[in-house]
């Protein structure tokens, strides 16, 4: 099971909506609606930020928001700030013998 | 609060085992699955496997089938993680995140522990 592709970085002044994309195949991302993202600061564990696609766990800034559009899911931040630097990591469950995969990560830079 | 604590920092040989523990509190232990997610330095998350602290049923990655362990003791609700003939490349943060019943995430995680094997 490879890794899902996401860019290596995305960048934005504060204020700006940034996206992220996460490509899949239609066994792990479009064959589910299980697509899950996570911020990582440097140093510190991932956090959750989006689980099912686009749903946001209690006390998630409303400024994330998730979806899903056959094979890609999204990830867009909304009024950036500078607290939103970090890596963002999405993830999904897959039909393959290994049933959930991460993808390769990106870096967000706030300018 | 609900929270996952790990043990501490690990120094291994190459071929040698080391094993993680995960101890859960806040929150009923055999009602969450515990997923492993380890992080080589620099490097992105892999995911390792789960465990149903429940029943003890495990699924692991295949890359990591018959070299990874994962063990509970519900009677101190805790996980745990062993992996056998360590590498130079299994250096790497090794982490136990909870997974509710109700979607697909991994909604608290905990602090990590990093294994480093060197000769």
């Known amino acids: 099971q490879s890794a899902l592709t996401q860019p290596a970085s995305v960048s934005g002044s504060p204020g700006q909506s940034i996206t992220i994309s996460c490509t899949g195949t239609s066994s792990d991302v479009g064959g589910y609606n299980y697509v899950s993202w996570y911020q990582q600061h440097p140093g510190k564990a991932p956090k959750l930020m989006i689980y099912?696609?686009?749903n946001r766990p209690s006390g998630v800034s409303n400024r994330f928001s998730g979806s899903k559009s056959g094979n890609t899911a999204s990830l867009t931040i909304s009024g950036l700030q500078a607290e939103d630097e970090a890596d963002y990591y999405c993830s999904s469950y897959t039909s393959s013998s290994t049933p959930w995969v991460f993808g390769t990560g990106t870096k967000v830079t706030v300018l | 609060q609900v929270q996952l604590v790990q043990s501490g920092a690990e120094v291994k040989k190459p071929g040698a085992s080391v094993k993680v523990s995960c101890k859960a509190s806040?929150?009923?232990?055999?009602?969450?699955?515990m997923h492993w997610v380890r992080q080589a330095p620099g490097q992105g998350l892999e995911w390792m496997g789960w465990i149903n602290p429940n029943s003890g049923g495990t699924n692991y990655a295949q890359k990591f089938q018959g070299w990874v362990t994962m063990t509970r003791d519900t009677s101190i609700s805790t996980a745990y993680m062993e992996l056998s003939r360590l590498r130079s490349d299994d250096t790497a943060v090794y982490y136990c995140?909870?997974?509710?019943?109700?979607?697909?995430?991994?909604?608290?995680w905990g602090q990590g522990t990093t294994v480093t094997v060197s000769s």
């Open positions: 995140a909870r997974w509710p019943p109700n979607y697909y995430g991994m909604d608290v």
């Open positions: 099912d696609v686009s």
């Open positions: 806040g929150y009923t232990f055999t009602g969450y699955y």
